[in-house]
Structure formats: C-alpha cells, structure tokens
Nanobody, 115 residues
Framework: QLQLVDSGGGLVQPGWSLRLSCASS????????IGWYRQAPGKQREWVAS???????NYADSVKARFTLSRDNAKNTVYLQMNSPKPEDKAVYYC?????????WGQGTQVTVSS
C-alpha cells in the first residue's frame, strides 16, 4: 500500500526559507502527478504545486516565483522549497500523488509563518 510521509514543517519568519519533503513508499515515476496542497484554518484545501507525469512543474499564482519543486528519484522524494514565505502561507501542507485515477495523501505538515 502506498505511503506518503510529509515532513519539514515548522515555524519560519517571513522572508526566510523552509523545505518540505514528501517521501513515497514507491517510485515517484509511477505517479501521473505528485505535488503539494495546503489547507489554512477555516479554508478549503487548495493546490500549491505539482509535477506532471512528464516532469513539468506547475505552480499556483500565489506561490509562483517563491516556491520551487524538486525531486530525488533515487530517494523517491519530492521537495517543496519555500522561499520568502508570507504569513498567508501558514497552513497544513499535504503531499498528494495521483496514480490510476486515485488520489493519495500524506499526513500533512504544519507551516507557520510569523515573526
């Protein structure tokens, strides 16, 4: 059974950096898409960024030019580098992987942006 383990969250000051990790129990090449969503208190879960099956990256407008996706195929891990985070980036971040039409989720990692 597929497992996605999210990690790397914490408290970060505005303008600093933080890197989230999503470790998969199976090859990330097997996914049609893998990336990140987030859910802020009182809001719906929203898409942040993802790799497509051909390796292209897509970003939500709210994080474009600040967040960067990367991957380590040997470790079956996807990363979200968060640069210049803003208070509005505060949320629980969830890894998401789609395979055979099924959505799979990590357990989430909390990111708090505050001075």
């Amino acid at each position: 059974q597929l497992q996605l383990v999210d990690s790397g969250g914490g408290l970060v000051q505005p303008g600093w950096s933080l890197r989230l990790s999503c470790a998969s129990s199976r090859s990330i090449h097997s996914f049609s898409a893998i990336g990140w969503y987030r859910q802020a208190p009182g809001k719906q879960r929203e898409w942040v960024a993802s790799f497509t099956d051909n390796g292209a990256t897509n970003y939500a407008d709210s994080v474009k030019a600040r967040f960067t996706l990367s991957r380590d195929n040997a470790k079956n891990t996807v990363y979200l580098q968060m640069n210049s985070p803003k208070p509005e980036d505060k949320a629980v971040y969830y890894c998401n992987a789609r395979i055979l039409g099924t959505e799979n989720w990590g357990q989430g990692t909390q990111v708090t942006v505050s001075s």
